[in-house]
């Protein structure tokens, strides 16, 4: 078979596999488990195979008309080179392992048909986007996740948060897409063409008239989709839907689509330097904002989105400075222990019996009860933190080495002082990084909190899925920053000394200042133990816990949230722990400038619509019936009555004749 018949099985197979789940869910319900595991398994070896197969060599391109819009025609077209599938390697080996991970974790969910076809059809649209070689087939992927985040998001429907957060998932990054389309055609416009190549060939000569106000209108849609300042605030929400969904999202899909297309794209962003200086702000301000609003989360789950927000800024930084090879090692490298992080979290919460537990102030005992996720998160957040040797720390290092070289005016196209943002910022978020990754782990593993009923051990489809993904964490970096470069564009990926020894520094400093404040806040605090707060032999885990909680709380204080004195970030961020907290009000500025006003011009509309509009149309049918009533009262068919009446028009016209004359 052709590479090229080989790399279009690689999204239908995923898309025939949600076809097929969501026709037999209900009639055959045997089979949905193995739909949903097997096309996506067999997408991922299919995506390996082309790896493997397109190798180092040129570009494969492979293109049918579709049909023809005046001067820019629309191609099925596909682009296959040494990123675009070793991106896919990745989208099917994390979706491989969240369909397999949710046979057990969502075992008793009788929404499991629907969930599991979404989540083939969210990778069908992820593999899409990657594969694509035409703006127009790309942006259908774009919007088909789009749509199936809203609906994974909102999974427990049934709950306020779930609805909610599907909603403003859907909304600011639809808020985003406007702009993005339109960017598009500009861009399409100004190339004479949908085809990235041909696009990229148009900003390689100079034939973009257009540059900064269309790589500022792409932004937009980057922003939304990959979470970055100022639409980042959907994403910690998002938080609602199942833990294995938020790995996806994560790590592999959505919020990689638009840091991958920048990537595709970087000639367009580079013929501006305004919009690579907005770019580099965005990425500033994300990474640090993250960072601090990670370090004073509760929800484990919080803590985790905001550190992909912060990650994600490493990524749009690198593009910034003009390197995608860094953009998309550090992609890559992120993308496995970040699933991991999200998947481990998925463990302890399925540990503790209740998909509600997720503050880690309140969780208590964890660490002999879970230990798989004990290991392989404690090694996952190793790799967040850059620590080496693990992947993470090469893949980190190569983003702040690009940033070195653009701050030092090496990097053409490129103004020193976005290199200086970068770098600035990138340092400044690795201890940031240190901080939270190290608070994580002592809350979740180590916390006071009370202990929480045991469940005994965790399933084998979950715990193998774990140390799968344990094994690119570790030794993912150390061999590709030697080998990637054949893959890319030959920019070197090696640490370099400055960087390494500061990025790593910086993060240590992270990790040995939060263990200080662990210590400081939890020298006279015990964790509660569970017969010491119940009496009764037969309670169900949940009372259990829940009396746990109460004693845990009566004794010790309040253990979640902004106001635990026993919490390291709290003592840490000192006065910025509240607002960071709360994502600093973002969410309240953005309602007090665009909620509120809009939701006023509803109202406004909707009492015009009723108090004005429709009181005119009622008016306007009230008056001829009223009139036909009194019509109709006069039709007596009383030809006495009629006469009389007759007769005395007739006095009245003569009266009215003879007053006037």
Known sequence: MTLTALAVLVPLLPFL??????????????????????????????????????????PTDASHRLTVTGAAPIDLALHLDGFAVLIAVLVGLVATCVQIYSTAYLRDDPRYPSYAALVSLFTAAMLLVVYSGDLMVLLVGWEVMGICSYFLVGHHWE???????????????????????????????????????????????????????????????????????????????AMAGPTPVSALIHAATMVAAGIYLVARLLPVFTASAAALAVLAAMAAVTMIGSGLAALAQDDIKRVLAYSTIGQLGYMAGALAVGDRDAAVFHLLSHGAFKALLFLGAGAVIH??????????????????????????????????????????????????????????????????????????????????????AGRLFLLAFRGRGPQVADHGRQPVAMTTVLWVLAIPSLAFGGLAYRKLPDWFGGTPLAPTLITSVLGTGL??????????????????RQAVPLGAVTTDPGAEPEEIE?????????????????????????????????????????????????????????NLVRFLDHEVVETWIKGAAGTPRLLGAAVRKAQTGNVQTYLSALLAGAVVLAVLVAVGT
């Open 17 to 58: 596999g949600a076809a097929a789940g969501l026709l037999l869910g209900r009639h055959a319900p045997g089979f949905v488990r193995p739909l949903a595991v097997l096309p996506t398994l067999a997408a991922f070896a299919v995506a390996v195979v082309v790896a493997a197969r397109q190798g180092t060599g040129d």
């Open 159 to 237: 709950t306020e948060t779930a609805r909610a957060a599907s909603i403003k998932a859907f909304l600011v990054t639809k808020l985003g897409d406007v702009p993005f389309l339109i960017g598009v055609f500009a861009l399409a416009a100004d190339a004479h063409s949908f085809r990235i190549s041909r696009i990229l060939d148009a900003a390689a000569h100079g034939q973009l008239h257009h540059p900064t106000v269309i790589a500022l209108l792409l932004l937009a849609g980057v922003a939304g989709k990959s979470a970055q300042f100022p639409l980042h605030t959907w994403l910690p929400d």
């Open 351 to 436: 540990a503790s019996g209740t998909n509600s537990l997720t503050a880690m102030s309140r969780m208590g005992g964890l660490a002999k009860r879970v230990p798989d996720a004990m290991w392989t998160m404690g090694i996952a957040l190793a790799a967040l933190a850059a620590l080496p040797p693990l992947s993470g720390f090469f893949s980190k290092e190569s983003v702040l080495r690009a940033a070195e070289h653009a701050s030092s005016g090496d990097t053409a196209h490129v103004p020193q002082a976005v290199g200086w943002t970068i770098l600035v910022a990138g340092l400044a978020a690795a201890v940031l990084t240190g901080c939270y």
């Open 507 to 524: 993060a240590l400093v992270g990790l040995v200042i939060t263990y200080g404040a662990w210590s400081a806040t939890t020298a006279t």
């Open 546 to 602: 829940a009396e746990a909680i109460d004693a845990h709380q009566e004794i010790y204080g309040d253990a979640g949230g902004a106001d635990d004195p026993g919490d390291p970030g709290r003592l840490l961020l000192g006065p910025l722990h509240g607002p960071a907290a709360r994502g600093f009000d973002l969410d309240a500025l953005y309602g007090a400038l665009f909620v509120r006003p809009v939701l006023a011009a509803a």
